[in-house]
């Protein structure tokens, strides 16, 4: 009893197999230093909504949810420190 050719082999030659590689993309354009400086602007509005529900938190005795806001105020701003870095 012979097999069927799809049965008998776990993945069929295609031409994509035997062609040669696609080329590396090029890269993209850094964005402009005023569309950085206004993300960062955007990251410390939000950080400042985090930090203030961690203030708010920590003064109505909710010691996680606090640090949940302060966590997320720091990574905010880590976040937008970075789109300063052009590249």
Known sequence: MSVPYAWAVSHAPSASDTAE????????PS?????????????????????????????NGEPFLAAMGIIGAVMTLWAGSQTLRPG
Do not use: D, K, N, Y
């Open 21 to 28: 590689p696609a080329a590396e993309p090029s890269p993209r």
């Open 31 to 59: 964005r402009p230093l005023v569309e950085r400086v206004g993300l960062l602007m955007i990251a410390v509005v939000l950080a400042g909504l985090f930090g203030a529900v961690g203030v708010a938190s920590w003064v």
